[in-house]
């Protein structure tokens, strides 16, 4: 993988230790690398994340949140509802 496909590669050193700060703090979770782990299998929807989970959809959308935020999920809109699909970053 190139620097460019990376999302995790800043433009300076600072840069770059923020994206990898914010990267490690979204998979420091076990919770965190389950949902990870269900997307692999799941449609990437909150409904059925939260069924291979057992947790909650709010529960299961604040971490997402924090997996975005750390450039592990991208978040697409289909007919008004969130999907969930890894990144890159998300398969490590």
Do not use: Q
Request: charged residues 35%; contains cysteine.
């Amino acid at each position: 993988m190139s620097d460019k496909d990376s999302k995790t590669i800043g433009r300076d050193m600072e840069e770059t230790k923020e994206y990898h700060r914010r990267y490690l703090r979204a998979v420091n979770s076990p919770v965190r690398r389950e949902i990870l782990r269900a997307l692999k299998d799941a449609d990437g929807s909150l409904g059925s994340l939260s069924t291979a989970t057992g947790l909650d959809e709010k529960t299961v959308a604040w971490h997402l949140s924090i997996l975005e935020y750390g450039f592990c999920v991208e978040k697409e809109e289909r007919d008004g509802k969130p999907f969930y699909a890894l990144t890159k970053e998300g398969l490590v």
